[in-house]
Structures are given as structure tokens and as C-alpha cells.
T-cell receptor
Framework: AQSVTQLGSHVSVSEGALVLLRCNYS??????LFWYVQYPNQGLQLLLK??????LVKGINGFEAEFKKSETSFHLTKPSAHMSDAAEYFC?????????????FGTGTRLTIIP | DTAVSQTPKYLVTQMGNDKSIKCEQN?????MYWYKQDSKKFLKIMFS???????INETVPNRFSPKSPDKAHLNLHINSLELGDSAVYFC????????????FGPGTRLLVL
């Protein structure tokens, strides 16, 4: 079975500061990893994903994440926060193997941007 | 041009009633899902269908019954609604491979009184 841990249910950063949202995963098979964003009263939208290949992946709105197998991590970063980044962020994993074919979400991190 | 749509967007009802939520996707995907998001924003998969066939059925009360009339539609019927069913329900769809993105609908906010 796979699982995801997001450290910090709430993160606040100043506008223009670095955004770092942490995600660690557990999977017995090679994982596919995703970051989704949920704006208030909306559905989830994909920010970026790692499946194979380059471990540093770039997504929409200036976000990027690095897959580190040795640390079982997939942290999300953005160099300079913008007010429009305020939202709930979810890390998710799907294990590639029989019985694991479902997306398992972390508990989410609410990002607040301080003007 | 909405990719995954759900109706209704809001649903307020009394305990014990039966209600349905409809989902349609125009992405040509074979796989569709229902998720439940509770008040703490925790997302949990409920069901998954692939080409109208039930693939995943998590430990969901049998008051919840999904129905897929064709691969573009996945509806959720809930019998005998309880207070604890109050949540946001999301439909999603995905293409053939697990590496593909799941596209989510806007959600249906269900409030049981």
C-alpha cells in the first residue's frame, strides 16, 4: 500500500518569499507522484507530476518539484510567492502495481500569502 | 468547454432522503472516479470505473451506489442520507495510463440536515 505525508497543514509565507511545501511518500513499488492545487470552492487542478525521467519537474504557475528516491520526498517549491498562490495543495501518489492503482492523497497544506 | 462537469453544484436535503449526483466527462477517458472530501479537506477515493466496469470499491456504505450508463457518465446515488454524508463529492476522470492526469469536476457540496 502507498501513503503520503504532508508536513505542515498550514504554511504562511510573505509575498515574494520562497514557497516550500513538503511531501514524503511511502510506496512498495515505483511511484507516480502528483501535486494538485485546490482554490476555494473549486475542484482540484494538476500543478505537476513525476512519472519517469528527469527528477526535477516543472509545473504551472512557476512551481516545481524534485523527486528524491533516497529521501522518499517530492517537495514543491516556488521561488517567489504571489497572492494568487493562496490555496490548498495536495500531494498524491499512485503505485504502479497490482492493487495499487488508485491515487492516494496527503492531508493537504493550506498556503497563506502575507501581503 | 468543461472537461468534467457535475450536477448539482449544491445539494441541501433532509436525513433519510435519497439523492443523486451526476457526472459527465467529454475527454474521451475510460476511467472515472468518485471522491469524498470531508470538512478537514481530506480526500478519499470511493469508487473507480473503467469503461463502465467497477474497478475500485473502497469501504463505502452500501447506501452509496455508483452507476455508469456509458463511459462518459458516472452517477452516484445515495440512499437514506445521514448527517455524516455531508461533504463535497468530486468526480474525476483519467486516460488509459496511471501516469496520466486525473481531471476533477468542480464538486458537489452536499449538506444533510
Amino acid at each position: 500500500a502507498q501513503s503520503v505525508t504532508q508536513l505542515g497543514s498550514h504554511v504562511s509565507v510573505s509575498e515574494g518569499a520562497l514557497v516550500l511545501l513538503r511531501c514524503n511518500y511511502s510506496s512498495s513499488v515505483p511511484p507516480y507522484l502528483f501535486w494538485y492545487v485546490q482554490y476555494p470552492n473549486q475542484g482540484l487542478q494538476l500543478l505537476l507530476k513525476y512519472t519517469t525521467g528527469a527528477t526535477l519537474v516543472k509545473g504551472i504557475n512557476g512551481f516545481e518539484a524534485e523527486f528524491k528516491k533516497s529521501e522518499t520526498s517530492f517537495h514543491l517549491t516556488k521561488p517567489s510567492a504571489h497572492m494568487s498562490d493562496a490555496a490548498e495543495y495536495f500531494c498524491a501518489v499512485v503505485g504502479v502495481g497490482f492493487g495499487n492503482e488508485k491515487l492516494t492523497f496527503g492531508t493537504g497544506t493550506r498556503l497563506t500569502i502575507i501581503p | 468547454d468543461t472537461a468534467v462537469s457535475q450536477t448539482p453544484k449544491y445539494l441541501v436535503t433532509q436525513m433519510g432522503n435519497d439523492k443523486s449526483i451526476k457526472c459527465e466527462q467529454n475527454l474521451g477517458h475510460d476511467t472515472m472516479y468518485w471522491y469524498k472530501q470531508d470538512s478537514k479537506k481530506f480526500l478519499k477515493i470511493m469508487f473507480s470505473y473503467n469503461n463502465k466496469e467497477l474497478i475500485i470499491n473502497e469501504t463505502v456504505p452500501n447506501r452509496f451506489s455508483p452507476k455508469s450508463p456509458d463511459k462518459a457518465h458516472l452517477n452516484l446515488h445515495i440512499n437514506s442520507l445521514e448527517l455524516g454524508d455531508s461533504a463535497v463529492y468530486f468526480c474525476a476522470s483519467r486516460g488509459t495510463s496511471l501516469r496520466e492526469t486525473q481531471y476533477f469536476g468542480p464538486g458537489t457540496r452536499l449538506l444533510v440536515l
